[in-house]
Nanobody, 127 residues
């Protein structure tokens, strides 16, 4: 069982960088792979990135590959999403989520495969 709280969102200009944090509570943080999703108004929740329980495997949506980096610090029970070269189309509410680390990356892109979700943090990128 985990509770997730995102932070770090804000208003930035195109080309800027931002780092989102996801603080998790629970004694078995390493047992969960962590994902980041985003949702813009009127659109469905979109996969952004996922990282395995030990941090050894990452996967990214094509739209953010090369610009975003997912990471985690298991000693701090925290997952991160570093976003570089932000674009207006990155504007959305960003959510972190947790799924069982027993399953591989083929489970990562569908929101339904995640058991726990944070409340979201707003990222707005102006042109």
């Amino acid at each position: 069982q985990v509770q997730l709280v995102e932070s770090g969102g804000g208003l930035v200009q195109a080309g800027d960088s931002l780092r989102l944090s996801c603080a998790a509570s629970g004694r078995t943080f390493e047992a969960y792979a962590m994902g980041w999703f985003r949702q813009a108004p009127g659109k469905e929740r979109e996969f952004v990135a996922d990282i395995s329980g030990n941090g050894g495997t990452t996967i990214y949506a094509d739209s953010v590959k090369g610009r975003f980096t997912i990471s985690r610090d298991n000693d701090e029970n925290t997952a991160y999403l570093r976003m570089n070269s932000l674009k207006p189309e990155d504007t959305a509410v960003y959510y972190c989520a947790a799924r069982s680390a027993l399953y591989g990356t083929e489970w990562s892109r569908a929101p339904a495969n995640y058991d726990y979700w944070g409340q979201g943090t707003q990222v707005t990128v102006s042109s």
